[in-house]
């Protein structure tokens, strides 16, 4: 799952600026953090729609801070979910029939609402941060 910022490098360069780079680095990453742990439940209540087991939905999991670019990311904790979270978004033919099983099209709508809530987030987070 992924979400772009334009502008990035401008963003930094000016918090930089203010506050010096070690305090700035902190800073980010906290609001990275931040902001992950909230994509991180976005993904959570988009997968427990189609709960069986329930292994999906505890298995995700966001990453930590990560640089060039800086970045966190959210995804699942075993690399054996991922081919069943891709069956469950997309559906699938079995046996000549094509299946639209009850979580289609749910992490789409996660990453929608992280992209239109995403920069706002960072945003407040950055302010509040700041002060």
Do not use: C
Not at 30 to 44: D, F, Q, S
């Amino acid at each position: 799952m992924s979400v772009t910022i334009k502008g990035e490098a401008e963003i930094l360069k000016n918090i930089e600026a203010k506050l010096g780079k070690s305090k700035a680095t902190r800073v980010i990453n906290k609001a990275l953090r931040t902001a992950g742990e909230k994509n991180k439940e976005i993904v959570k209540d988009a997968v427990s729609s189609y709960i069986d087991s329930g292994r999906t939905h505890d298995l995700v999991i966001t990453s930590g801070v990560k640089s060039n670019p800086k970045r966190v990311e959210t995804g699942w904790a075993s690399k054996e979910r991922a081919p069943l979270v891709h069956l469950n978004e997309f559906g699938y033919t079995r046996f000549g029939k094509y299946v639209r099983p009850r979580g289609m099209g749910k992490l789409q709508s996660a990453v929608d609402k992280v992209q239109n809530t995403a920069m706002k987030e960072m945003r407040s987070e950055l302010e509040e941060l700041v002060r």
